[in-house]
């Protein structure tokens, strides 16, 4: 059995009914190249057999934790886990992904020698054969190209997908600033996290080298949109993410000083949560869109998308404006993008500011 010594990271593990995932999880979690680690697995109310797996692995080794509770969902899970854990620095990992071996060395290293608040890697999607070998890989992280340590910014933060599972954060911002997912929703729980610790963030480093490999279920919550309502309940996760994130903004006296962020942010869930419905301009949903709009004074930036959204332009037309429709070059996270027939193309990438 492993000797227990004093975390440098501590890696929460939400498991709801991952039996067939789980061992190739947890295995390539004890395989990190930093040894020094925390792993607190949360048995969601499982009843495939998780259980037994995770209590398992925990007699093998002493570094991994194991806690049940009856199910209360991923976010509730993470919240226990970031709650207990002890290392200074968190990640996350969901029961049915993995990542390369040396991801967690590369961003302890860069968290401790660079001074900065957040770590990202890559993440990516793999296809797999029926013995689960890799065939195919798609990058989803959105930060190709960018590498090193950046000013945390609005564009920057979007640069990185807002899933908690590919970053390092720090628990001195968790634990100082109250930053948490909201619980209860099946979508926008990541988004909403990601929001809320980028206003505590002042530097980001991006580590090009390493991904975390997303697998993707046929019988996730986050990929059933076989059911109108279930949709529809995607939608509107979206707009009260957005609350939540409004919300700790109130709690921490940063609207006045981030209302074009605030603005921006409620446009890209309007716009995700929108892409979830049954119908693309569904009147109620645009109605109670507007009453938050008109609850929280939206809209002082001029942002224009939101304006013409206050017009009455419907939603599916709201993404290019006149010529942009057809041509544009914009910055975006320190890249020239050429947009052309609704194509992206990166022309070239800014020298990183030196810090």
């Given at each position: 059995?492993?000797?227990?010594?004093?975390?440098?990271?501590?890696?929460?593990?939400?498991?709801?009914?991952?039996?067939?995932?789980?061992?190739?999880?947890?295995?390539?979690?004890?395989?990190?190249?930093?040894?020094?680690?925390?792993?607190?697995?949360?048995?969601?109310?499982?009843?495939?057999?998780?259980?037994?797996?995770?209590?398992?692995?925990?007699?093998?080794?002493?570094?991994?934790?194991?806690?049940?509770?009856?199910?209360?969902?991923?976010?509730?899970?993470?919240?226990?886990?970031?709650?207990?854990?002890?290392?200074?620095?968190?990640?996350?990992?969901?029961?049915?992904?993995?990542?390369?071996?040396?991801?967690?060395?590369?961003?302890?290293?860069?968290?401790?020698?660079?001074?900065?608040?957040?770590?990202?890697?890559?993440?990516?999607?793999?296809?797999?054969?029926?013995?689960?070998?890799?065939?195919?890989?798609?990058?989803?992280?959105?930060?190709?190209?960018?590498?090193?340590?950046?000013?945390?910014?609005?564009?920057?933060?979007?640069?990185?997908?807002?899933?908690?599972?590919?970053?390092?954060?720090?628990?001195?911002?968790?634990?100082?600033?109250g930053v948490k997912a909201p619980e209860g929703l099946i979508m926008g729980e990541d988004w909403a996290f990601w929001w809320k610790y980028v206003?505590?963030?002042?530097?980001?480093?991006?580590?090009?080298?390493?991904?975390?490999?997303?697998?993707?279920?046929?019988?996730?919550?986050?990929?059933?949109?076989?059911?109108?309502?279930?949709?529809?309940?995607?939608?509107?996760?979206?707009?009260?993410?957005?609350?939540?994130?409004?919300?700790?903004?109130?709690?921490?006296?940063?609207?006045?000083?981030?209302?074009?962020?605030?603005?921006?942010?409620?446009?890209?869930?309007?716009?995700?949560?929108?892409?979830?419905?049954?119908?693309?301009?569904?009147?109620?949903?645009?109605?109670?869109?507007?009453?938050?709009?008109?609850?929280?004074?939206?809209?002082?930036?001029?942002?224009?998308?939101?304006?013409?959204?206050?017009?009455?332009?419907?939603?599916?037309?709201?993404?290019?404006?006149?010529?942009?429709?057809?041509?544009?070059?914009?910055?975006?996270?320190?890249?020239?993008?050429?947009?052309?027939?609704?194509?992206?193309?990166?022309?070239?990438?800014?020298?990183?500011?030196?810090?």
């Open positions: 059995m492993t000797t227990f010594v004093a975390p440098k990271i501590s890696v929460i593990v939400p498991v709801y009914n991952a039996a067939p995932y789980l061992s190739k999880c947890l295995s390539g979690l004890l395989a990190q190249t930093l040894r020094e680690l925390e792993i607190i697995v949360i048995d969601d109310g499982s009843n495939d057999g998780s259980a037994a797996i995770m209590d398992d692995w925990a007699m093998k080794d002493r570094r991994i934790r194991v806690l049940h509770q009856e199910n209360a969902g991923p976010g509730a899970a993470r919240a226990k886990g970031f709650e207990i854990a002890c290392a200074p620095y968190l990640t996350c990992v969901d029961a049915d992904d993995w990542l390369d071996e040396g991801t967690y060395e590369a961003a302890w290293k860069e968290m401790a020698d660079s001074d900065v608040d957040v770590v990202c890697w890559k993440l990516a999607r793999p296809s797999l054969d029926n013995q689960g070998r890799i065939v195919s890989l798609r990058d989803i992280s959105g930060f190709d190209g960018h590498a090193g340590k950046y000013p945390m910014s609005t564009d920057i933060a979007g640069l990185c997908s807002g899933s908690m599972c590919n970053k390092l954060y720090k628990k001195s911002i968790l634990n100082g600033c206003l505590h963030a002042r530097f980001v480093f991006f580590l090009n080298d390493y991904s975390y490999y997303y697998r993707k279920r046929a019988d996730s919550i986050t990929h059933d949109r076989v059911a109108a309502e279930i949709g529809n309940r995607y939608a509107y996760d979206f707009l009260a993410a957005f609350e939540d994130v409004y919300s700790h903004y109130v709690s921490n006296g940063a609207v006045d000083r981030h209302l074009a962020n605030l603005d921006f942010l409620f446009y890209a869930v309007l716009r995700r949560g929108a892409g979830y419905l049954a119908c693309q301009d569904d009147a109620v949903f645009n109605g109670y869109a507007l009453k938050l709009i008109s609850k929280y004074e939206l809209g002082r930036s001029g942002h224009e998308g939101l304006r013409d959204f206050m017009a009455g332009k419907p939603l599916h037309r709201l993404k290019y404006k006149g010529i942009e429709r057809f041509f544009s070059i914009k910055n975006v996270g320190g890249m020239k993008v050429l947009h052309i027939l609704g194509h992206n193309f990166k022309l070239w990438k800014r020298k990183p500011r030196k810090i």
